[in-house]
């Protein structure tokens, strides 16, 4: 297997220059803590070919800086067809880039079709050219990808009729009605000339999300799970946490992300990625268990541990995102005890039913929307046995 740098062949093209500057980062670290960092994003080529049966085509989105350079997409296998991971984000400019950019990496390989797409999971970074690499390479290519559940498919309809649907939701819905996708399962295998790879469902990052593994080859296609710079989104962390242990698990040789370069640590990255997540984990648990005799409300444990208020809205939203889903993952860990303050709920203008509904009336919450119950919600600790914990990768 080839390392950083010995690839076999790669490609810069100057059609769609990068800004690496632009780069943002949240200003929201609690205290006592540092910063996850990776340094300056390096750059990456347009293409490369590494000597495993793998081809890297970078689909570019400069002006979305959370995609880093842009989407890895990977041709997989050595002969005249390739299994093809993920696909570009939409946008009409940059998607006519993408397919030519693949067109040509496949002419120059001598790669004559496209055997199935595979998606990692439904972010509109990564299924938003679906559409445009079928009616360029075949409309018969199957597009395999873990089905959705039904209550966020009536919540993309519902939003889309409202005309508020952010791009990425409008994409995942037209793949979800119309592209005739088919569902992958837990350890499905799909194989093409020289690579076999198995679907491992890692949720977390995405409800629907799966990496893809090479056992032969020890190769992982992580998608969103574990990025090649810097941390990924977190949508649910006892899902995550969960699913991380089970990549750790595969002692891969290489992992191949879907933004970001190629990743030969592997041992190191997975462990700072559960190391990060945890540290954090511990100072919400820690600032419970020191008080355990008293409960307290997301704005009291964010200011506690972070030292924001509500006053200072950008930070403390941020800072509330991130001890809501550890304080859903203490929850599902049985560490700690959560009731509705029915006194605030009462000194809330809002309508009880509406306040404590997970949706108001027939209308599903919006996807990505904060939970409408937070501000009701108290916390107090419990004294529990977690089981997601593991010291080092080692020892998995």
């Given amino acids: 297997m080839s390392s950083q740098d010995d690839s076999v062949k790669k490609s810069v093209s100057p059609m769609l220059p990068v800004d690496h500057t632009g780069q943002s ?7 006592g803590l540092t910063r996850f960092t990776d340094g ?10 590494y000597e495993d049966g793998v081809v ?3 689909a570019r989105s400069p002006e979305i800086t959370f995609t880093l350079n842009g989407t890895n997409t990977y041709l997989v296998g050595t002969g005249a067809s390739r299994l093809l991971i993920d696909t570009c984000e939409g946008t009409a400019k940059y998607t006519k880039y993408f397919v030519a950019q693949l067109d040509h990496v496949m002419k120059q390989l001598g790669i004559e079709n496209i055997a199935a797409i ?8 990564h299924i938003g ?3 445009a690499v079928r009616e360029h390479f075949g409309q018969d290519i199957p597009v395999w990808k873990w089905p959705s559940a039904d209550t966020e498919i009536r919540a993309w309809k519902h939003w889309m009729e409202a005309a508020t649907m952010p791009q990425m939701w409008v994409s995942k819905l037209w793949l979800e009605d119309e592209c005739g996708y088919r569902h992958i399962t837990d350890g499905q295998e799909f194989s093409v000339e020289g690579a076999t790879i198995k679907a491992l469902y890692t949720p977390g990052h995405a409800t629907d999300h799966c990496v893809f593994w090479n056992e032969a080859t020890g190769a992982c296609f992580s998608g969103d799970h574990v990025l090649g710079w810097g941390t990924t989104w977190v949508d649910d962390l006892h899902a995550y946490m969960h699913s991380l242990r089970r990549i750790m698990a595969l002692s891969s040789a290489v992992i191949y992300p879907a933004h970001g370069n190629a990743i030969y640590d592997v041992p190191t990255r997975l462990q700072r990625y559960w190391d990060h997540r945890m540290a954090r984990e511990e100072l919400v648990s820690s600032a419970l268990a020191r008080n355990a005799d008293m409960s307290f409300t997301l704005d009291a444990l964010v200011e506690m541990i972070y030292g924001v208020g509500p006053e200072a809205s950008a930070r403390s939203q941020g800072a509330a995102q991130n001890i809501t889903k550890i304080l859903a993952k203490l929850e599902q860990d049985g ?3 959560v009731t509705i303050d029915r006194q605030l709920l009462a000194e809330d203008d809002d309508d009880d039913a509406d306040a404590l509904a997970p949706s ?6 919006r996807p990505g929307a904060p939970d409408p119950t937070m501000k009701y919600k108290v916390f107090q600790w419990a004294p529990c046995s977690k089981t997601t914990q593991v010291a080092a990768v080692s020892k998995l």
């Fill in 335 to 337: 560490c700690i005890h």
């Fill in 118 to 125: 595979l998606l990692t999971h439904g972010h509109f970074d």
């Fill in 360 to 365: 108001r009336g027939d209308i599903p919450l």
């Fill in 129 to 131: 050219g679906v559409k």
């Fill in 40 to 49: 300056p994003l390096p750059s990456q080529p347009d293409w490369l070919a």
């Fill in 56 to 58: 890297t085509v970078l």
């Fill in 25 to 31: 980062r949240r200003s929201i670290i609690p205290a």
